[in-house]
Every structure is written in structure tokens, then in C-alpha cells.
């Protein structure tokens, strides 16, 4: 199923304000252009490097950038089309300041 973003602004915002992020951002987006996800799993076909966070909570991170940038998104398969919602977007240091000494995968507030 093709991917429907949502927030894509976020992103643009960011990138505004992070001019560096700027090429790293258009590869992922990119490749969300000619993503065809069907379960979760598809998604790290797409993203080797993304994490799906634990215990069904329907969130993804993305490493983006060589790892520079991470991207927090919530994901819902639908019946025609997979939504992904852009919840947080920072580098990789204020990812883990976000997490502070706990696992990623126990991040839930986005």
C-alpha cells in the first residue's frame, strides 16, 4: 500500500531552520514516494535502520542522515493505504536527551 504522510510540514519547518538536513530529508522523502508497505515489517525493508518501537504502540523511528537525524512517526495500516504521522523530528543527540537513560523503546509520548 502506498504511504499517506501526514505532517509533512514538520519536516519542512525543520529542514527551514536546519539547513544541513536539507538533502537528508529530500532522500527520505523520497523514498516514502515509492514505498509499498503491507505490515510494519515493510517498513524496514524501506528503512533498514528504523526501529518499530515495542509492545504495539504503532510507533517508528528513522534514522535519517547517516544517522544525524532521528524521526519519530505513528503508523496506521488502513485498508487502501498505510498513514504515517510525523510526531517529533530532531537530531540524533536530542533523541537521546527525549529518551534520557531509558531504552528507545519506551518512548511514548509521540
Known amino acids: ?8 510540514e514538520t519536516i519542512e519547518s525543520y529542514v527551514a531552520e536546519n539547513a544541513r538536513s536539507k538533502s537528508s530529508f529530500a532522500i527520505w522523502l523520497t523514498a516514502i514516494k515509492h514505498a ?11 528503512f533498514g535502520s528504523a526501529d518499530l518501537l ?6 517508528v523511528v528513522f534514522d535519517i542522515g547517516g544517522n ?6 505513528k503508523y496506521v495500516f488502513g485498508q487502501k493505504q498505510v498513514h504515517l504521522f510525523i510526531c517529533w523530528v530532531g537530531t540524533h543527540t536530542e533523541y537521546d ?3 534520557g537513560d531509558e531504552e528507545q523503546y519506551t518512548v511514548t509520548d509521540y
Do not use: A, N, S
Open 68 to 73: 544525524r537525524y532521528r524521526m519519530i512517526c
Open 1 to 8: 500500500m502506498k504511504v499517506h504522510l501526514i505532517r509533512k
Open 54 to 59: 515495542g509492545d504495539g504502540i504503532d510507533r
Open 36 to 46: 509499498d508497505w503491507d505490515i510494519p515489517d515493510d517498513i524496514l525493508q524501506t
Open 97 to 99: 536527551e527525549l529518551c
